[in-house]
């Protein structure tokens, strides 16, 4: 079977690093959402501040559902806050609001990571869609040219993934230095405590980037058995 043949254990690796990371960002997240900041700013006044010092006046705040459903639209200029980082005065707040303002000034600054994964989205989504059951359908027919095209379908999304890593690593130190920057987070504890926050959220793109790569390692495992 495709799902069930030896070549599953090539995934253990990157399964027991996504098991940590999804340990480590829950417990991560749960610990700082706890701690209140010393400067008493909310997540969606710490989001004011930021966008006014650095000149993205054109941003709009909105409180969004969902835990950790933070993010920036750049096709809207939006940042979405969950409700408990909208309103919630923690470290974890703080955080994540300057991880997402990260973004905006990426975006602002057109670097070139994160247009090249905005680009990518559209053909990454097809790719991903696809890939798998036209794999699937030439290993079962023995049909090695739709097993390649599957394969490299299922590339793009890997490159999705392996390019979103130095995006989400420079907004994480563009978070750091704009809470220092702007006295919002001053003292080493507070720093370290945030920095705590980034890295867990890190860990999960690392863990997803891995998976793909895994994944894409065994399906080329697969097609070369045939």
Do not use: C, W
């Not at 253990?12 to 700013?41: D, F, W």
């Not at 966008?51 to 559902?65: D, G, M």
């Not at 920036?72 to 200029?77: C, S």
């Not at 973004?103 to 053909?123: G, T």
């Amino acid at each position: 079977m495709f799902f069930f043949d030896s070549t599953i254990f090539i995934l253990i690796p990157a399964i027991i690093l996504t098991l940590y990371a999804q340990y480590k960002v829950k417990t991560t997240y749960s610990k700082y959402l706890k701690i209140l900041a010393k400067n008493g700013l909310s997540g969606r006044e710490t989001a004011e501040e930021l966008l006014v010092r650095n000149n993205l006046h054109n941003i709009k705040i909105v409180p969004i559902e969902g835990r950790l459903s933070d993010h920036y639209d750049p096709r809207q200029k939006k940042l979405g806050l969950s409700e408990e980082i909208y309103y919630g005065k923690s470290l974890a707040a703080q955080g994540i609001v300057a991880h997402e303002i990260g973004h905006a000034l990426q975006d602002a600054k057109n670097y070139f990571p994160l247009s090249l994964r905005s680009n990518l989205i559209p053909v990454t989504n097809i790719g991903s869609r696809m890939a798998v059951p036209l794999f699937l359908i030439g290993f079962i027919f023995s049909f090695p040219a739709l097993m390649d095209i599957g394969i490299i379908a299922f590339s793009l999304a890997v490159l999705f993934q392996l390019v979103t890593l130095p995006v989400e690593f420079d907004a994480s130190k563009r978070a750091v230095n704009l809470l220092v920057g702007a006295n919002i987070v001053s003292d080493t504890e507070e720093i370290n405590s945030v920095k705590k926050v980034l890295g867990a959220a890190a860990l999960t793109y690392v863990a997803a980037a891995s998976v793909a790569v895994f994944q894409l390692l065994r399906l080329i495992v697969l097609r070369n058995r045939r």
